[in-house]
Each structure stands twice: as C-alpha cells, then as structure tokens.
C-alpha cells in the first residue's frame, strides 16, 4: 500500500472541542511527515488517507451548523463557530490531494463559521486564495506550530524550518488570513526553558504586525505504544526529550490507556513559568488557551 490513500471516509463525525475549535471535522487521517511526538503516529505509523467523500464531509459540517444557536463570543472566535479542519492530518502539507480551494471557499461563503487548522508546514500555495468573505471578514485561520528551532530538528524533521514559520505569519495576515501561534508540544529538560525564551525574541524581532495574533499553548503528552516505535525505528536522541518517565504521569483517559503527561505539580510551575517568560516578551500575543 502506498503512502496516500484515497478511499471513503466511513464514520463522519463532528465533535464538541472548544479549545482548538468549537468543533473537530477533520478530513484526512495520517500524515506524510514524521514527527516523533504526532499522537496520529500511536495508531497509524506511516502515511495518510484523503477522504474521496469530501462533498459528504461538507454536507455534514452544512447540516450541523444549520442547527447552531447564535454565535456567542468566547476564546475561539468572537464572530464565527470554528471547525477545525486539520485535527488528524496536516492539511497544508496535504492540500494538493484535495480540491482545498472548494473546501476554503464554502467555509468563506457560509455566514457563521470558519475553518482552522495547525500546520508545521509553509504552503505558498495557499496565498492563491482570498480567504475573506463579502464582508472582508477572514474566514480561515491558519495555526503555524513553534518550537525551538533545536528540539524541532530533532522532532519534527523534515518540516518547514521555525524561522520560515514566524516570516509566514507576516506573509498570511497580508494575504487576509487569521494567523494564530500553536506552541505545541511543549517538551520540559533542563534547559528547555532558556530555548523557548529564545524563541520568544525571536517573534518578537520577526512580526511586522503585531495585532490581531493569539496562541495556544500545549504540554507534551507521550505514550508507551508511540515510545515503543520510536524505539523500535531507532529514534533514540528523539526519545531522549520525550520519555521522561520519572518527571511524567499517566493521564486518565477513555481512549487511550497509556498516555502520559507531565507529572501534574510540575506542569502546574512550569505553566507558571511559560506564561511569566512569555508575557515579558510578547505579551501583545495573548495566550487562548494552555494545558
């Protein structure tokens, strides 16, 4: 089997998130990258499925949104209901597999919602689309991933560099897009905190604008299955930074079993911390939401 797939979507389903987004429709599932902490790589080790029922997908996301009550404002969206689009794939790095103008521009055309999604990959191609609506409201977000520019050769090789990252969150809010920051994962060593203060100036120094940014701020989780593949494919310096069993926990979950996060009075000073560090810098930027 190939490394795309393109065959139906079975199970459509759209969830309550309200962190992210107010809701999670995702189309694909897998990702042609390889980062070595992707909670889609604990149960599925290599490549994506693009869904051939994109038309089913929209006319499920219609239908739901129909039934929505007003919108009230709240950390997602102080105007539009968020669907996030992106939650089991990287849709930028995958939109050449889709008709992704179409899917853009019904979510442009539909009054009270807006699509997101997370991305560690710079797709230029995206600027050939005007992502706001009649009203000059823009309607897609694009959420660019950070990480020290260090932990990220490591983890998440293969992805567009973090520097490049910052310089498009200038390019897309030209072009009309919402740009949001998505710190994720975050991953504690010692020493970790000096990177990240580092790449904080590194915004700083990098945005031309400064408005209309907000960030998400997310702590490592692991697990044994996705620890035991690293392993087993030999990725040893990766497993370094994220199997930390003496500094984590298990989190009690109904899905997965065996994952783990920080240990909880730990995280709990080391949120303290972030927000301390990253307020004395880019305060402008404010924090939806962290965990």
Request: charged letters at 25%; proline letters at 4%.
């Amino acid at each position: 089997m190939g490394l795309i797939t393109h065959k139906p979507r079975k199970t459509i389903r759209i969830d309550q998130n309200d962190r992210s987004s107010n809701f999670i429709a995702s189309f694909g599932h897998g990702c042609l990258l390889n980062c070595h902490y992707c909670f889609c790589r604990r149960f599925k080790h290599k490549g994506v499925n693009i869904p051939s029922n994109t038309d089913e997908i929209l006319e499920a996301i219609n239908e739901h949104q129909h039934k929505l009550p007003a919108k009230i404002p709240d950390q997602i969206s102080r105007d539009f209901y968020m669907y996030d689009i992106s939650c089991t794939e990287d849709f930028c790095l995958h939109a050449k597999y889709y008709n992704w103008k179409k899917i853009f521009t019904f979510f442009r055309e539909r009054e009270r919602i807006g699509a997101t999604m997370a991305t560690k990959y710079v797709n230029y191609n995206l600027l050939d689309f005007n992502p706001k609506d009649k009203y000059g409201r823009s309607k897609i977000r694009i959420r660019f991933s950070l990480m020290p520019q260090e932990l990220s050769n490591i983890l998440e090789p293969n992805t567009s560099p973090i520097e490049e990252r910052i310089m498009a969150i200038n390019i897309f809010k030209k072009a009309g897009y919402q740009v949001h920051i998505n710190f994720s994962p975050i991953i504690l060593f010692k020493g970790s905190l000096k990177l990240y203060k580092e790449l904080f100036r590194l915004i700083d120094s990098s945005l031309l604008n400064k408005e209309d940014i907000a960030s998400e701020c997310i702590f490592l989780t692991h697990s044994k299955r996705l620890h035991d593949y690293n392993i087993d494919q030999e990725y040893f310096e990766a497993e370094e930074l994220l199997w930390k069993p003496e500094i984590q926990e298990l989190k009690q979950s109904q899905y997965q079993p065996d994952v783990l996060r920080y240990d909880y009075k730990l995280k709990h000073k080391a949120k303290n911390t972030f927000i301390e560090e990253y307020n004395k810098v880019i305060p402008y930027i404010p924090i939806r939401y962290i965990f």
